[in-house]
């Protein structure tokens, strides 16, 4: 199989206006986020809606495809991101989100390997809670949670804190269940991906305002991969100094 990792990044940001184009240790963020990507699958494009952003890209000699201004998600940009690159080119996309710019390998290649079964539409990732992480982090609404089935396939995404666990003080709760964070790394079948950007959207992804359940309404499988690696975003000028200070540590 032909794996083509697409990087949507967006100029308008109501939170972060053009963070793609954040300098990031020297570098701007799409850059380094482009640099964690390319090479590890078959091949890897930037999405993107402005022309700075596309310029950016061709500076350091990255590849790009400009699409429309329109979209409702990344999904729906990096469908017009396969067309034009070719979708009977590669069996699965891999959407990396462009704020990311410490995604790593291991990530992407779990989220490849759900491909080994061939029953699989789409794939994500999920990071464990720790204990040590406290319950102010679980019930974090801005950190979905995940719950499973015994083979791994995602039952249910939501903002609150799933399952609920009746009978236990909520100091408890980390310590005697497995709960899961969601990771933002999606993998579709290209054929799949065609179709779930048809979808309307559905009552759960509007109440929750999380655009896989639009998927699990309307049938279909999302194999859930772990990692154990806690990402870094880049959501707003706080991110981009946290991120700084990450990326300084490392490189000691």
């Given at each position: 199989?032909?794996?083509?990792?697409?990087?949507?990044?967006?100029?308008a940001s109501t939170r972060f206006p053009a963070k793609p184009l954040a300098i990031l240790g020297g570098k701007p963020v799409i850059q380094r986020?482009?640099?964690?990507?390319?090479?590890?699958?078959?091949?890897?494009?930037?999405?993107?809606?402005?022309?700075?952003?596309?310029?950016?890209?061709?500076?350091?000699?990255?590849?790009?495809?400009?699409?429309?201004?329109?979209?409702?998600?990344?999904?729906?940009?990096?469908?017009?991101?396969?067309?034009?690159?070719?979708?009977?080119?590669?069996?699965?996309?891999?959407?990396?989100?462009?704020?990311?710019?410490?995604?790593?390998?291991?990530?992407?290649?779990?989220?490849?390997?759900?491909?080994?079964?061939?029953?699989?539409?789409?794939?994500?990732?999920?990071?464990?809670?720790?204990?040590?992480?406290?319950?102010?982090?679980?019930?974090?609404?801005?950190?979905?949670?995940?719950?499973?089935?015994?083979?791994?396939?995602?039952?249910?995404?939501?903002?609150?804190?799933?399952?609920?666990?009746?009978?236990?003080?909520?100091?408890?709760?980390?310590?005697?269940?497995?709960?899961?964070?969601?990771?933002?790394?999606?993998?579709?079948?290209?054929?799949?991906?065609?179709?779930?950007?048809?979808?309307?959207?559905?009552?759960?992804?509007?109440?929750?305002?999380?655009?896989?359940?639009?998927?699990?309404?309307?049938?279909?499988?999302?194999?859930?991969?772990?990692?154990?690696?806690?990402?870094?975003?880049?959501?707003?000028?706080?991110?981009?100094?946290?991120?700084?200070?990450?990326?300084?540590?490392?490189?000691?």
């Open positions: 199989m032909k794996f083509l990792g697409i990087i949507p990044a967006r100029y986020v482009y640099e964690q990507v390319n090479g590890i699958l078959d091949d890897a494009v930037v999405a993107t809606d402005d022309q700075r952003i596309y310029d950016a890209v061709i500076a350091f000699g990255g590849k790009v495809v400009m699409t429309s201004t329109e979209h409702r998600s990344g999904t729906d940009r990096c469908y017009e991101a396969l067309t034009k690159v070719g979708a009977d080119k590669y069996d699965v996309v891999v959407n990396i989100q462009g704020d990311e710019p410490f995604i790593q390998p291991q990530q992407l290649y779990a989220v490849r390997d759900c491909f080994d079964d061939t029953s699989v539409d789409i794939a994500t990732l999920v990071k464990p809670f720790k204990p040590s992480d406290g319950f102010a982090a679980l019930e974090n609404v801005n950190s979905p949670k995940v719950v499973v089935n015994n083979r791994m396939e995602a039952l249910y995404f939501s903002r609150s804190i799933i399952p609920y666990m009746r009978g236990k003080d909520t100091d408890q709760w980390l310590p005697n269940h497995t709960y899961y964070k969601h990771i933002g790394l999606y993998a579709y079948r290209s054929d799949v991906l065609r179709q779930i950007t048809s979808l309307p959207q559905g009552e759960l992804e509007k109440t929750e305002s999380l655009e896989q359940l639009r998927w699990l309404e309307n049938g279909y499988k999302i194999k859930v991969g772990i990692s154990e690696i806690e990402t870094i975003g880049i959501d707003t000028p706080e991110d981009l100094q946290h991120a700084e200070e990450f990326l300084a540590s490392v490189q000691k």
